[in-house]
């Protein structure tokens, strides 16, 4: 099925700068795909530490079972990845393969199996042949540079509408580190599922410890942010790799500032992702406040952002407060009727149990008719606060998704 | 918008038998519809017994707050269904509503207000006013008969698309009490949501707190495993009635024969509601064994028949287990990999962690293009066991929910 590109896609594209310690380089290996890269391997620098957070499915790719054992480690010297095929529910086929690239990588990088990352996504429960990527490596060893950004996010897409990079620098004591990321997600390959992969690259020097601690507090309020129908990945998988060939984070503030540009480059892909949901005509932020907890809030949020009946009634420009209200009422979260607010682009919607008396629909329709749409609701029994983003739910889901076949 | 009758709409619909103790009246009083009933008052006998289950969603309407309360005493006169208006996030003035409504009919009968059962479905967060209703109460205790129990079910219909009744017959030393339900769920009113109401009548004679016991059991099994699209009412109501007419329901031996009818009627009706979902066009069975627990296999099954990505491969009538594989993942209850088997139309699709040998698609396609699609999943690790309906999710979802007005 084609894909046109989504009318979400970021308008201005960053050209991401070079990170010293790390070289990139695409293949086109035809795992799947014709006339189009689908490996990736990046080289990191000696000294490299990594932190990954990855999917919470019960049932994990064969590369995600692979990165959670090396992460015990914190140490990186290479990361490959394909598209096509995503080595999950392929059982002990699927280990031999990852244990197969994964010795061949070590052996063409010159590092210790465990130094080695891996992600697939793509078509699930096909047998994934280790040779394409095997063959391909001494070439890819030879071309990796320095400036293949852009090659290397369009070699991770599947069905992808755009390419998702994002950046960021930081002054660490009069010196200046960056922050690349590049993500794929949520476009799908018939007959299979959405996937979110996701790779973060620094230069600033952080031990592997503190590096995942920054990276869970960047993941918390980004990529556990966004949904777009709900359903989880077995391949879902977030890395950041810090090669330490530049300044070193050491101070509480520089911490602080780290931190603060890292949670930026997350969020920006994170909503990229959601922008590039299947089908997606509209981005919908949903900012809760007033609730019992923070956890209460982003519960709360993320029934609203998976509810069907809400994400087909924005796709059709309906303000269908009343589904709101019903999705609040799902979440199982502590609520108060009388006391919930709602607003819909900024416009006060329901309040004290009922509807505002000075709402008035055609007030809120230039609203609706926007791409960006903004729920805020209210529940009026605490300070509990967060902010999810999902998307609509339209015709073209139901196309991508269905492959009606007849 | 027109709705067609679901093609998974009941091809024999049984007629339903009197029950003693129990006269029912149709209205047609333009609450919101013009040319149909949308009024239905039920009377009930002097000694009638009641038990309900109720909404748990956090903000529910002003008719289930009453019910809640009234439900306390355990005693029934009356049973009022309004259609068109669901009386939800309507503050003061909706409790002032129930008020009014009890009050009246409580007159009108010779009860206590207690005595009043009430439900309410259709647009939220609009007033409902009483006067339709209050006006028609005279009208329709005088027109209130034994045989109505089709109007009764019409008259409760939103957009359904065909009004849902079961009956069931139960011999209780030597006498036969007759259970007769119907039910309303899942269509839509724009710019509402989805509710189910289910009112069930038996002439057995029962106490209040056996009765709820019973219901209690039959709803789990049945109301509480079925999906449409995971969305929550803020005014689901499902009401027994006892009337106490017949022959009263003793032993161990009776209470079991009465309890596997009323699960039947339960099923009856729990299924016609999943095959009317919004958009169905096959209805889907989903049976979860060897899971944790029977808690778990039902959060096993409840998360495939919530999944849309599941919902549309069906509906494409592809026989996606990769997505299956997710949402067992997805469900965060405990799974093996490699001991997860699935099962397509009986067929095995997936077993030891990777697609079975001898699985060939072709072989499932004729399943895939029937109208009752069954999903089988072992999960492997113990006996937990639950089976879940839901239905497929098609085009005619977001036609129907999505209210394109542009």
Same mark, same amino acid.
């Given at each position: ?169 930081? $002054? ?201 749409? $903004? ?32």
């Amino acid at each position: 099925m084609a894909h046109v590109v989504s009318p979400l896609a970021p308008v201005n594209v960053p050209a991401l700068p070079e990170i010293a310690g790390v070289t990139l380089a695409p293949a086109a290996t035809g795992i799947r795909y014709k006339n189009r890269t689908d490996v990736l391997l990046a080289l990191l620098s000696a000294g490299t530490t990594v932190a990954g957070c990855l999917t919470r499915s019960k049932s994990p790719s064969a590369p995600v079972d692979w990165c959670a054992a090396s992460l015990k480690q914190g140490k990186a010297r290479a990361l490959i990845v394909n598209a096509g095929n995503a080595n999950a529910f392929t059982g002990k086929a699927g280990v031999a393969t990852v244990k197969a690239v994964a010795k061949a990588v070590a052996a063409e990088v010159g590092c210790t199996q465990a130094e080695v990352f891996q992600a697939s996504t793509g078509v699930i429960g096909e047998p994934l042949n280790p040779a394409p990527i095997v063959n391909a490596l001494p070439g890819l060893h030879q071309s990796a540079t320095a400036d293949a950004w852009s090659m290397a996010a369009q070699a991770i897409m599947t069905t992808d509408t755009f390419a998702k990079v994002a950046t960021a620098k930081v $002054k660490l004591g009069g010196k200046t580190v960056t922050i690349n990321g590049i993500a794929k997600g949520s476009g799908m390959i018939a007959p299979d599922m959405a996937t979110m992969l996701v790779f973060i690259f620094t230069d600033a020097k952080i031990a592997a410890k503190p590096l995942q601690k920054l990276l869970t507090a960047a993941v918390n309020p980004s990529f556990n942010c966004i949904t777009v129908d709900g359903d989880t990945s077995t391949s879902d998988t977030v890395l950041l790799f810090a090669t330490g060939q530049g300044a070193a984070v050491k101070s509480p503030a520089e911490t602080k500032a780290f931190a603060k540009a890292l949670d930026a480059v997350c969020l920006d892909l994170a909503l990229q992702v959601a922008k590039d949901g299947e089908g997606a005509e509209k981005l919908i932020e949903i900012k809760i406040t007033g609730a019992e907890s923070d956890k209460a809030a982003h519960k709360i949020g993320m029934t609203i952002a998976n509810s069907p009946l809400v994400k087909t009634a924005i796709a059709g420009e309906d303000a269908n407060w009343g589904r709101i209200v019903m999705a609040v009422g799902k979440s199982g979260e502590k609520a108060i009727r009388d006391k919930l607010k709602i607003r819909i682009g900024g416009i006060l919607v329901a309040a004290k149990g009922m509807k505002d008396q000075n709402y008035k629909e055609a007030d809120i329709m230039p609203h609706m008719k926007g791409r960006d749409i $903004k729920i805020e609701a209210d529940i009026g029994v605490g300070k509990g606060k967060a902010t999810v983003w999902t998307c609509d739910l339209t015709h073209r889901y139901i196309d991508i998704n269905g492959s009606y076949r007849s």
